[in-house]
């Protein structure tokens, strides 16, 4: 662990100034943890109070799917409250939960920094792709969640269960006509007459006088209107012909006016109305499901990592993973076959995406962190064919053909001059030339006297100042001493 450095006002420490090396103590790292600490809490804090003052607006954001929802199917647009501080304490909860969410990245990055000092250079390479790159796709994860999984969910459960229209009738006809009884003909009276029962009846049916005018007037009809009129006047009043309700304009104050409205709810029917805080529990609950389970790319990577699971493995057992994302989406969804496919896409394609991360990103590759350079360099390579970068090598000369600008003449003077060096060089190996065998070399100083060719003890060929071809010589590209007799240093048998 890195001995605590000087830090900037930020409370960062200065990479230069880390000493390789250097330790820290028990009570330094609780007081490099209690600074930490501190500094986590400068954001969420601050981010909790905004987001308590937009709760309305950030209420109006999470229900605006399911009020989408209630209105394609025509029910009303409402949810409940059904404490007196349901609203507060959900307020409350959602401004906890919003800060957390903003202030992630600069949570993490205060982790981070408390625990970077303990890593070497290639384990922060790690880190620095694996935390951005969980970010994303926890961003994208929310992002399917709202604009594509959560509007179809709940398309599909607020119309569960909703009948169609249980009695209808012709346009015109009357109610009572159409439903009616049929009467016995034997139980009817004779012409001119009553029955005791229809006498007493029919009394009872006169209705006062001062209800004669309202009885006999026609009854009232409201428009159906797809949008609201141009001009609102108080007491306006028309059926809305999207949601089913009934829409009564109402004066607030004397300039303004507002509009209220009134379910129109079928007789013997389900009418499902929201409660506000198991709307907002069961849209976090999902999130959660969602943020966790798109990180199976990374999950893959890790395995692929530490070498669990190799790129054949996974490619091979796709019906499996096929199965386990099944399970996995009908666990974290609500109990129905729709949210069940539009989570079982996603964890699929994503296991796909795993695949693909732990080709292109092998542990090796990332830890020297060349990522880039060697992304780029396939790339080239993949449109190019798999050709090689290097030129293909030049066509040799037919035989006979002579360079531009040289005489054949001094070509075939070169080539004997070449061949006299070459008969020379082979008598000066073996050492069956005219003129004898080579003296031995004389020794320098106060040096051993040198017998043959043996060198002198603890001296190589890179310790020579000369090289006359002797076998003890090492070219300086060779690992070691070429050495025919051995590691003994005697010469050669």
């Known amino acids: 662990m890195a001995k605590r450095p000087s830090q ?80 507060l304490t959900t307020d409350l909860f959602l401004a906890v939960i919003l800060s957390l969410v903003l202030s992630a990245p600069w949570l993490v990055y205060q982790l981070w920094k408390f625990v970077e000092p303990g890593l070497y250079a290639n384990e922060r390479r790690f880190a620095h792709f694996l935390m951005p790159a969980s970010g994303v796709l926890v961003a994208l994860g929310l992002s399917v ?34 439903t009616a009884p049929e009467v016995d003909p034997s139980l009817a009276a004779p012409p001119g007459k009553r029955l005791p029962e229809a006498e007493a009846t029919a009394e009872a049916d006169v209705p006062p006088p001062d209800r004669a005018i309202a009885a006999s007037a026609p009854p009232a009809s409201l428009p159906i209107l797809d949008e609201p009129p141009a001009s609102l006047r108080p007491g306006d009043a028309w059926i809305d012909a999207k949601t089913a309700q009934l829409r009564v304009v109402m004066p607030v104050g004397e300039d303004e006016v507002e509009i209220r409205s009134a379910t129109l709810a079928r007789d013997r029917s389900l009418l499902p109305v929201f409660r506000l805080r198991e709307y907002v529990n069961f849209v976090l609950l999902l999130a959660l499901a969602i943020s966790i389970a798109f990180q199976l790319p990374l999950v893959i990577l890790l395995l692929g990592w530490v070498g669990i699971v190799n790129v054949e493995v996974l490619r091979r057992n796709r019906k499996y993973a096929v199965l386990a994302c099944a399970v996995v989406a009908a666990v974290l969804t609500p109990p129905d076959f729709i949210s069940m496919f539009l989570l079982l896409g996603p964890l699929y394609g994503l296991y796909e995406l795993g695949i693909l991360l732990l080709v292109a990103l092998p542990p090796e590759r990332l830890a020297r962190g060349s990522i880039v350079h060697d992304t780029f360099d396939r790339v080239r390579k993949w449109r190019r064919g798999g050709r090689d970068e290097a030129p293909s090598a030049a066509a040799p000369p037919p ?41 031995p070399r004389e020794p320098d100083g106060d040096a051993d006297e040198v017998v043959g060719d043996s060198p002198p003890a603890g001296t190589s060929g890179h310790d020579r100042d000369d090289d006359d071809g002797s076998p003890y010589d090492v070219a300086p590209d060779d690992d070691g001493p070429r050495n025919p007799g051995g590691a003994s240093g005697g010469p050669p048998r």
């Open 8 to 87: 900037d006002r930020y409370g960062d420490r200065r990479d230069d100034e880390v000493e390789a090396g250097a330790v820290m103590t028990f009570g330094e790292h609780l007081e490099e943890l209690r600074r930490r600490l501190i500094f986590a809490l400068i954001v969420p804090l601050p981010l909790a109070v905004l987001a308590f003052v937009l709760a309305d607006s950030i209420r109006e954001i999470m229900t605006a799917p399911l009020y989408a929802a209630l209105e394609a199917r025509r029910l009303p647009t409402q949810v409940q409250a059904l404490s007196p501080v349901e609203t």
């Open 145 to 178: 969640l709202y604009w594509v999984m959560l509007p179809l969910m709940l398309l599909f459960l607020v119309g569960f269960g909703q009948p169609g229209p249980t009695e209808t009738f012709p346009i015109g006809a009357a109610p009572d006509a159409a």
């Open 399 to 439: 035989p006979g053909a002579v360079a531009r600008g040289v005489d054949p003449f001094d070509r075939e003077d070169d080539e004997e001059d070449d061949e006299g060096d070459n008969e020379e060089g082979d008598d000066d190996q073996t050492g069956n030339d005219d003129d004898g065998p080579p003296p």
